[in-house]
């Protein structure tokens, strides 16, 4: 195939190839199915599901998710074709390189830090929350200057040292290798996942109806807006496809982890707002930890604490994918030559890119430490309804340019669902606060500031 000239040169499609790995491939579709649960299934249920539905959609939240939910699921059907035709390390990053440009594939690479380390420093915070939530009904207080940043709390606050810390050690993990990193999050999820069936399973027979009398409180613009808000909690399900290179059988399993996990986490969901506002009156959901204010409710206060220990686990898998994503795509894009060779240094023992997870995860546990939660989780959900509507268009491009290519995993109904992406992605974006956009493009300028220094005079293609 031939490159197109100056910025817009694909790389390509042979040079992805997947017999030449210094990974180890691990991973069976069962594993990454458990990754990206362990992704998706986290602060967005424990944390955001009250918070959306207090102030943006209230009862009407379960329309929230199934929106956003559509939203992943055509992103997540272009993903799958992709990530087989391409198994390699990277996700957006690499597709947007084979289908679209090495300039575009920065944009998407850059972008991508929004999604994968951001939403790592914001989960970091969130665990932290919890954790002193759980300290303190053991009678145990931490000082405020300990879990608190100046940024979010100038009287008081300093440092939030559990969330830098928790970053720290994941990172460790994630150095150590790939399979004890999978026996870890497995188990974490595990844990999750029995804590959210309790809930539901307690808190289901207590439901009251007249809880969902004033079903769409805020209008169907509310009912947008929490979609926009809640996709936060979707945020994960491409991680699958970070991992492929240690995938045991990528063209398989890989798109086997990331519908699965995505149908999995959408109908948890569901189910678990329904129950949520049916127990407890949306305008009492404005709280930090709203399941356990519904067992605290429905009378079962000695729940609360197991569901809090289940909150920790979920967030801290969630924290361990994003590390593990965010690492291998800069593997990806220092292969390429766009960022500096260190990146793609390979532990010669772990067979992990040791160099840049470490520096990941002090970047990571530094914004976690000192920035407030508003301000890096405002950034996620638009960087991360920007990467998917590039994937869908990749999809699309792709499939017109090279027909005859083999695809183990065929996106269906072509051209509707990948256009469905991009259009579903651009209105739910087209939803969030103008400040919000504005960051974006700054950020985007940094960015572009970083390639045309260094990228573009390194990059692999020259």
């Not at 994968?116 to 970091?124: D, G, N, P, R």
Request: positive net charge.
């Amino acid at each position: 195939m031939a490159n197109n000239e100056g910025l817009w040169r694909r790389k390509p499609l042979a040079a992805f190839s997947i017999k030449e790995n210094p990974l180890h491939r691990t991973l069976n579709a069962r594993d990454l199915t458990v990754l990206g649960i362990g992704a998706i299934i986290g602060a967005g249920i424990f944390v955001l599901t009250g918070i959306a539905a207090a102030k943006y959609a209230g009862p009407a939240i379960v329309l929230s998710f199934v929106m956003a939910g559509a939203a992943c699921a055509m992103a997540a059907l272009c993903y799958s074709e992709l990530a087989a035709m391409l198994p390699v390390s990277g996700s957006a990053y690499s597709y947007a390189y084979a289908t679209m440009g090495e300039l575009l594939a920065w944009v998407i690479g850059w972008d991508l830090i929004l999604e994968y380390a951001l939403a790592s420093s914001t989960v970091a915070i969130g665990w932290s929350g919890y954790l002193n939530s759980f300290l303190e009904g053991l009678g145990l207080r931490l000082p405020k200057g300990l879990t608190t940043a100046y940024l979010a709390d100038a009287e008081g606050g300093f440092v939030n040292l559990p969330a830098m810390l928790i970053i720290l050690l994941l990172t460790g993990l994630l150095i150590s290798g790939i399979r004890q990193s999978a026996f870890f999050n497995n188990a974490m999820v595990w844990l999750k996942l029995a804590v959210i069936v309790v809930f539901i399973l307690a808190a289901g027979g207590q439901v009251q109806a007249d809880n969902w009398a004033n079903f769409m409180p805020f209008g169907f613009s509310g009912v947008l807006t929490g979609a926009g808000v809640i996709f936060f909690a979707y945020i994960g399900f491409d991680a699958v496809s970070t991992a492929a290179q240690e995938a045991i059988n990528p063209e398989k399993d890989v798109p086997v982890g990331i519908i699965a996990s995505l149908v999995i986490c959408t109908v948890i969901y569901i189910t678990v707002a329904a129950v949520l506002t049916g127990v407890v009156s949306y305008t009492e959901l404005n709280v930090a930890a709203p399941i356990a204010l519904a067992i605290d409710r429905i009378g079962m206060a000695w729940l609360s604490p197991f569901i809090k220990l289940g909150a920790i686990a979920g967030l801290t898998s969630v924290m361990l994918v994003m590390l593990l994503g965010q690492s291998r795509i800069f593997f990806a894009m220092a292969k390429d030559g766009l960022l500096p060779p260190l990146f793609a240094r390979v532990h010669p023992e772990w067979r992990t890119p040791y160099l840049s997870t470490a520096i990941v995860g002090v970047a990571v546990a530094l914004l976690a430490g000192f920035m407030p939660i508003e301000k890096l989780g405002e950034l996620v959900s638009i960087g991360t309804l920007f990467a998917f509507a590039v994937v869908c268009g990749g999809v699309w491009v792709l499939r017109a340019r090279h027909p005859e290519l083999p695809r183990r995993f065929r996106c269906p109904a072509m051209p509707f669902t990948p256009l469905a992406g991009i259009l579903i992605c651009l209105w739910l974006m087209s939803g969030l606060p103008k400040d919000t956009w504005v960051r974006l493009v700054v950020w985007l300028l940094l960015g572009f500031v970083i390639y045309f220094g260094y990228g573009v005079r390194h990059s692999r293609l020259n």
